[in-house]
């Protein structure tokens, strides 16, 4: 079954990757996506929480069974359908911060979250999360980050139909994960560094959980994890959150 042939809308719920792995653990069909109006509990990454106004933003899950373990190609995959369907859509050009954030002029536009689970060495599920700013207006965003966050409308400054950007969506998605199950991992990579905010051989300090480490962006290597040459050495980071150099999050 493609992404998108199956549409399960509900009105509210804590998290719809928390509803996307329960119904996939209950036999799910690929492809399913649940959509919710709002999220009470969203999450992002590193257990942050995300802000989900009602009926703002798109706030969706995708249930996959992938066959590969490249589980880290299935964040820039989203991230590259979600850009190319904003396109196709409204004409916006957005950029790909790795691992898994859309962002427009520096702002955050949306944010990607892709969990798993393993039987033994084989991956059982894999869900895809994204939540996408769409009709916020500035004071529908918490004060707090008002100032990182941006919306469509906001970019294009009028309302934005939902349906039709859904419907470019899933055929963006399709198209990337088809290239991801063929294995084609130097095309998914090479798509994601055209748009990345991050130009290679620049210097970036990176967090990994409290440990920050400075040195040379070296790309992204086939399985998805950001390259890092540090005191001579090529260190491979699958989960780290690159910095600026006052310390915020990198974002063009």
Not at 157 to 173: A, C, R, S
Request: contains cysteine; charged residues 25%.
């Amino acid at each position: 079954m493609k992404i998108g042939e199956k549409i399960i809308r509900v009105k509210s719920c804590p998290s719809t990757n928390a509803l996307a792995k329960d119904l996939s653990l209950s036999g799910e069909k690929e492809g399913t996506v649940i959509i919710s109006e709002e999220q009470t509990q969203g999450k992002g990454t590193k257990g942050r929480s995300w802000y989900s106004a009602r009926k703002k933003g798109l706030y969706l899950s995708v249930i996959l069974y992938p066959s590969s373990p490249d589980i880290s190609l299935l964040s820039l995959m989203t991230g590259l359908a979600a850009s190319d369907a904003i396109f196709s859509s409204l004409d916006i050009k957005i950029s790909l911060k790795w691992p898994n954030d859309l962002v427009w002029e520096g702002k955050k536009l949306g944010g990607i979250l892709c969990e798993s689970g393993y039987l033994g060495n084989r991956v059982n599920y894999a869900i895809l999360g994204m939540g996408l700013n769409i009709n916020h207006e500035w004071g529908d965003f918490p004060e707090e980050i008002r100032q990182q966050a941006v919306s469509l409308k906001l970019i294009t400054e009028k309302d934005i139909d939902e349906e039709q950007l859904l419907g470019n969506l899933w055929q963006m998605l399709n198209h990337w994960y088809g290239q991801f199950l063929l294995e084609r991992r130097e095309g998914i990579v090479n798509a994601f560094q055209e748009k990345s905010v991050l130009a290679l051989g620049r210097e970036v300090t990176v967090d990994m959980d409290g440990e920050k480490i400075s040195g040379i962006y070296r790309g992204i290597n086939p399985q998805g994890g950001l390259i890092l040459e540090s005191e001579g050495e090529k260190k491979i980071l699958f989960s780290a959150e690159v910095m600026t150099k006052k310390g915020a999050t990198e974002e063009g």
